[in-house]
Nanobody, 122 residues
Framework: QLQLVESGGGLVQPGGSLRLSCAASGFTLDYYAIGWFRQAPGKEREGVAC????????TYADSMKGRFTISRVNARNTVDLQMNSLKPEDTAVYYCAAGRHCSRYMRVYAHWGQGTQVTVAS
């Protein structure tokens, strides 16, 4: 059974950092594009970042550029999202998803994790 599990969420003060991890069981993340999405209360789920499979190209939503970094950690079979300079508006449940290619459209991603809560507050 293919599963994705997110970890690393928590409470952090504005300006702080968190590192989220997306771990896979039942398959190797190398063969998938991995996207991070987030959903804040009362809002639609939105794309955060994505890393492609073969060439490792990364893409970011405009509001995350320069603050967030997505990367593969092959030794652990994870895709991590390093989040710096966090703002209260970054508060959301963060999800990782696996698909054939990067896309802002969620339907492209066949496998989803359950999400991890990130709260940015002082």
């Amino acid at each position: 059974q293919l599963q994705l599990v997110e970890s690393g969420g928590g409470l952090v003060q504005p300006g702080g950092s968190l590192r989220l991890s997306c771990a896979a069981s039942g398959f190797t993340l190398d063969y998938y594009a991995i996207g991070w999405f987030r959903q804040a209360p009362g809002k639609e789920r939105e794309g955060v970042a994505c890393i492609s499979t073969s060439d490792g190209i990364t893409t970011y939503a405009d509001s995350m550029k320069g603050r967030f970094t997505i990367s593969r950690v092959n030794a652990r079979n994870t895709v991590d999202l390093q989040m710096n300079s966090l703002k209260p508006e970054d508060t959301a449940v963060y999800y990782c998803a696996a698909g054939r290619h990067c896309s802002r459209y969620m339907r492209v991603y066949a496998h989803w994790g359950q999400g991890t809560q990130v709260t940015v507050a002082s």
